[in-house]
């Protein structure tokens, strides 16, 4: 998902100035305004019963409400990484098809207040994010998103902030973000070093000095690593900004339980990936998908708009299936040595399959041509293009007994074989 290049001198002088900023920082809560009090305004009615107690009653919220998440990377005029970035005149057109295909843009925070059934939202609803904190989010990014009165949230790894060991001329700055903070914005959690967080995976370490070395962490020294990964970037955010950061996004989309546990004990409240799909009342708050936008993707988006532009309003109940209950292979969280494995789930335990309802989707991919045997329940799809990323989610539907089924996990490819992205600098 990244493609930068080091430039080291500039990184060290940044470093040492921003370790004596950091010292001098006193990061202070913000003051939470607190909400009016509800039956506030009954107060003077002149009746008796006008005392009664206010209505402390959750309010209902449309369950059947469907929301869809972007995630974009760099803003930039002319593409050099089309994976990663999009021209500010796609983005700003993409903005303006969800207002005219009547889609909410709404807040992060409203989502997961819908989902804790604090809080309404609109029937078709998107939010906004913007990962890895490039200057271009908040110089080009940001006015758009003003100009259409979107919220939207950004998804920071703290290293790569401007002055941190991944941090370039290309990053936002601290100054930014709390400039963002302060307008509204709302700024989440999304590693400090931007790296596979599985353990037993090659990890990029950045000596004190600068000197990067390779290593693969296993034991304590994988967990304590780990640790500041996942908690310490957290608390960085919070200190750093006085915010309260409740939201995960997992680079790369790479994690397992133990990671997920993780991030539980230490408070978030909701985990992001990046293969997308339309999020309902009952999705897993650990992991949401997001639509990752890409310049040469133009379909991704599109497609996105219309699953929830032409859906039944979520009518049809979809029932969440485990990988573990279908057997898959790979495994939910397993590496496999090759780009083109072989991709199996058994359907037998889930009830009566309506023939032709089978759909295999990888990211990346997108559909592919799965054959299904009704017999044995086996769902099976060789893949024949190799598989670009270090991870890919396998999403798989089904129709039994009129109801929709569908499970999803992600599997790793072992670098080397699919090419994996290493961690380089914002340059
Ligand atoms: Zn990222």
Redesign the pocket.
Known sequence: ??IRLAILPLLLALNLSMCKRNESASPKPQPVSPSPAAGETAAGGSHATAVSPAKISKPVVDQTAQTIIFCYHRLVDKIRYPGTEITPVAFEAEMQQLKDAGITVISMQDLLAWKRGEKNIPPRCAVITF??GWKSQYEVGWPIMKKFGYPFTMFIYTEGVRGGSLGGGEAITWEQLADMRDNGVDIQA?TAT?QDLREGHNIMLAAVGGKRTRTKLTGPQYEEWVQNEVVGSKQLLEQRLGIKVNCFAV?FGNYNEHVKELARNAGYEAMFTVYGQPITFTSALDSIGRYAIEANKPKVFADAVKMIGTSTGGATAVAEVGAKDLATQPADGETVRSALPLIRANLSGVGQIEPGSVQLRLSGLGIVPASYDPKTGMVSYQVTQKLRDTSCTVILTAKSEGKKVEAHWTFGIEEGAAGGAAPTRKK
Do not use: A, E, G, S
Request: charged share 30%; net charge negative; no cysteine.
């Open positions: 998902m990244m990962d890895d999304h931007h680079p």
